[in-house]
């Protein structure tokens, strides 16, 4: 048995850019606040990193009611990016949260609806002590651009990755949207606009209608599917970005125990993000390290990278 297996990985980067995780087990944005919140449920120090809640250039309110609504083996949620935004977050959030942070990374998810909100907010965060990096999410309608999805056009995705890294020295993750053609393009794309990692995948878009009144429950009629039943695609488009990926990939969708994390890994991510998992087991990314542990203590495995992307296919 392997006394203690080294957990550590490496998600990429150069110079400052370098993120080396504790664990692999990160937690994902939107289901896990701004960290403070589930620090009574256990340390944050026991997971690899998390991702903070959707940052903005200006406080936003979000989406009408109703904004979730649970599916069969998972949930829509059509919240709309609400968050007390960059400035609060920095001034308010952030000297608390660095408290509990002395080893888990704290990566900040950002999102604006035009190239110079997505610089303004990297610029902000570059200097910000305890900030290891930034999550851009591309899900995002580019105002200014008749509302094309950022993430689903390859050129938009990437002047998007462009302008964030040439406003901050951090550590740059870009969150890939599931809802495109060919995953392989987007990643090519961000690569292309100097990503230092990849993230993926955010949610599926989908809704749900109630027969009764003949309407669609959501707010917004449509929302972002999350949970158990995502992830086996999920994994697959895993897989498939890792056959062309050159940077580090972090993969999410459904995962809730230490197997459903190693799918994502054996497929070719370096690290994970634990996301609905988190309303139902706040405790689950802590306990989904050490499930891992005793995996690879039971395997006899004493390096976790030697798990990535070993699977015979």
Same mark, same amino acid.
């Given at each position: 048995?392997? @006394? ?24 994902? $944005? ?6 403070? =919140? ?6 944050? #120090?026991?997971?690899? /990193?998390?991702?903070?809640? +959707? ?18 083996? /998972?949930?829509?949620?059509?919240? +709309? ?5 960059? #400035? ?7 000297? &608390? ?10 990566? *900040?998810?950002?999102? *604006? =609806? ?24 591309? $899900? ?16 938009? *995705? ?10 901050? @020295? ?6 890939? $949207?599931?809802?495109?053609? #060919? ?13 230092? @990692? ?13 027969? &009764? ?12 599917? @999350? ?14 970005? $890792? ?27 370096? *690290?994970?993000?634990? /996301? ?38």
């Amino acid at each position: 048995m392997a @006394s203690n297996p080294n957990m550590k990985v490496n998600i990429g980067g150069k110079g400052r850019a370098n993120v080396v995780l504790e664990n692999p087990v990160m937690t994902a $944005s939107g289901t896990f606040g701004y960290g403070l =919140e589930f620090t009574k449920y256990f340390k944050l #120090d026991k997971i690899g /990193g998390l991702c903070t809640k +959707g940052l903005s250039p200006k406080p936003r309110e979000g989406n009408p009611y109703p904004r979730i609504v649970e599916t069969p083996s /998972g949930m829509l949620n059509s919240i +709309g990016l609400q968050n007390v935004g960059v #400035d609060v977050f920095i001034n308010d959030k952030m000297p &608390e949260l660095r408290k509990h942070c002395k080893t888990s990374k704290i990566i *900040a998810n950002i999102f *604006a =609806e035009d190239l110079e909100g997505y610089g303004e907010v990297a610029r902000k965060l570059d200097q910000v002590e305890g900030i290891a990096g930034v999550e851009i999410n591309i $899900s995002c309608p580019n105002v200014k651009h008749g509302g094309i999805v950022f993430g689903t056009d390859p050129n938009e *995705a990437r002047k998007v990755v462009e302008m964030v890294r040439k406003n901050t @020295s951090l550590h740059v993750m870009t969150k890939l $949207s599931p809802n495109v053609t #060919d995953i392989k393009v987007m990643v090519k794309a961000v690569e292309d606009g100097g990503t230092d @990692s990849i993230s993926l995948v955010n949610t599926f878009t989908g809704m749900k209608v109630d027969v &009764e009144t003949g309407k669609p429950i959501l707010g917004t009629v449509r929302g972002g599917l @999350s949970g158990p039943a995502i992830r086996p695609m999920a994994v697959f488009l895993t897989w498939e970005a $890792s056959k062309v990926a050159t940077v580090p990939l972090i993969g999410m969708g459904g995962i809730t125990d230490y197997k459903d994390a190693l799918e994502f890994i054996l497929a070719g991510a370096t *690290a994970v993000q634990v /996301g609905t998992m988190n309303f139902v087991e706040p405790k689950g990314p802590a306990v989904i390290v050490e499930d891992l542990k005793k995996f690879m203590k039971r395997k006899k495995i004493t390096d976790f990278k030697e798990l990535i992307g070993s699977m015979e296919a």
